[in-house]
């Protein structure tokens, strides 16, 4: 208390206030009341601006910051509902894929209903052989065997060359120890497709073993021939690229564009049986 009466801005504020308290006590008894008002009113009007200032103020700044909660719930609202959509969406294009797969499943088992599959994922590939091995996700204890073809909706991808008890690995139609006996659809042409060295890094096969004057020309499709025991008859490989011709026996040699494609293969359909033509 003692500092209080020390402090020389209380002390003026004091002595203003018994001033007005004095000056109005003394106009009122002199029978001027309204002047003592007006002298009061006029006396406290900065007190009272800077009361209503600071109230104001006050009144703003919890706007302001009430506004800026508001804002900042709003927000975070809107970034749930934003992932709640997200998800929405990518599980509906999941949906739709997952769709995609089984309407191409069912579309290679009505167009082969002797054939039975076992359907797999590819979970591996084998670094530097230009995608011409695959690993998948299904072995022996699902019945899958050496030998065995293996197909997608789109055509032949190649067989399966080592098995597992539960995976297997693919060699691709880009592999040069696999063969496939082939025949061109348009002119019935025949010969044998098989991987290339100086090929498959164009992702690429050879069909050879055609006669001199075979029909083929770019953009023919080529499709399995049934000879030997491993693929079906009439399955697509791929389409001729380009025709060349042998400078020794001058047969014709096609380079063959495969229909699969191998780089975003993912599921891909064993074939455990079918029936010989």
């Given amino acids: 208390m003692e500092r209080l009466f020390k402090n020389k801005f209380f002390i003026v504020c004091l002595c203003a206030a018994l001033v007005i308290c004095g000056a109005s006590t003394a106009f009122a008894l002199l029978g001027y009341k309204n002047l003592a008002r007006d002298t009061i ?31 900042r719930e709003q927000n975070e609202a809107l970034e749930q509902e934003n992932q709640e959509l997200k998800h ?15 309407k191409a499943y069912l579309e290679v088992k009505n167009l082969h209903p002797d054939y039975k599959f076992v359907e797999a994922m590819v979970v591996g590939r084998e670094a530097g052989n230009y995608q011409t091995v695959l690993t998948i996700n299904r072995g022996s204890a699902q019945g899958i065997e050496i030998g065995m073809p293996v197909i997608t909706e789109a055509g032949i991808v190649g067989c399966v060359t080592e098995v597992g008890l539960t995976y297997a690995k693919i060699s691709t139609i880009l592999e040069t120890a696999n063969s496939v006996g082939a025949y061109l659809e348009r002119s019935g042409d025949a010969g044998i497709l098989s991987g290339d060295y100086s090929m498959r890094e164009e992702g690429l096969c050879k069909l050879s073993y055609l006669a001199e004057d075979a029909d083929v020309e770019e953009g023919d499709l080529v499709l399995s021939s049934g000879m030997g025991s491993v693929y079906p008859a009439d399955l697509v490989i791929g389409s001729v690229k380009t025709v060349t011709t042998d400078e020794y026996n001058r047969a014709k040699i096609a380079k063959v564009s495969p229909a699969v494609d191998f780089s975003s293969l993912r599921y891909l359909l064993v074939v455990t049986s079918y029936t010989l033509n």
């Fill in 88 to 102: 929405s969406v990518e599980s509906a294009d999941l949906l739709q894929k997952e769709n995609e797969r089984l």
């Fill in 41 to 71: 009113n006029t006396l406290t009007l900065p007190g009272r601006w800077i009361v209503s200032a600071v109230t104001d103020s006050s009144r703003g700044f919890r706007k302001y910051f009430g506004s800026v909660k508001a804002l």
